[in-house]
């Protein structure tokens, strides 16, 4: 989250309006307390939304947050630009259809998650194959 804090902070600092769209997923161990609601922070819009994933998202960090998706499907076409971080999400998946939608250019910072050369080869070509 730090890297995406100071990223936007430098966008805000330029100028530019910035929403974080975000689940409430913290690491293997939990959650972050749902907040069900839309928080301010240092100028910065975090959209937070409740993740499903329950064990899934524990052995696996891929979080499903349905709720996501009205939310995209109404606001994508406001946007001038989305940055993705990670590779093989489900926010990714609904981010990549409206973004195409309403031709709204995306760029996607993966962080070194693209390889199958790692853990969970089978994992990752299932989801490549599927998406």
Not at 56 to 62: A, D, E, K, N, T
Not at 103 to 130: E, T
């Amino acid at each position: 989250m730090e890297l995406i804090y100071n990223l936007s902070k430098s966008l805000l600092d330029r100028g530019h309006q910035i929403t974080i769209y975000t689940t409430d997923a913290l690491n293997k161990e939990g959650k972050l307390k749902y907040q069900d609601e839309t928080i301010n922070m240092h100028d910065l819009r975090v959209c937070e939304f409740k993740s499903l994933s329950g064990k899934l998202g524990r052995r696996y960090p891929f979080h499903i947050s349905p709720a996501m998706i009205p939310m995209m499907a109404r606001q994508t076409a406001t946007f001038d630009v989305i940055h993705l971080h990670e590779y093989r999400t489900f926010q990714n998946i609904v981010t990549h259809h409206y973004a195409q939608k309403y031709a709204v250019p995306y760029v996607l910072q993966a962080h070194g998650s693209v390889p199958r050369i790692m853990a969970k080869q089978r994992l990752k070509q299932a989801y490549d194959n599927l998406w």
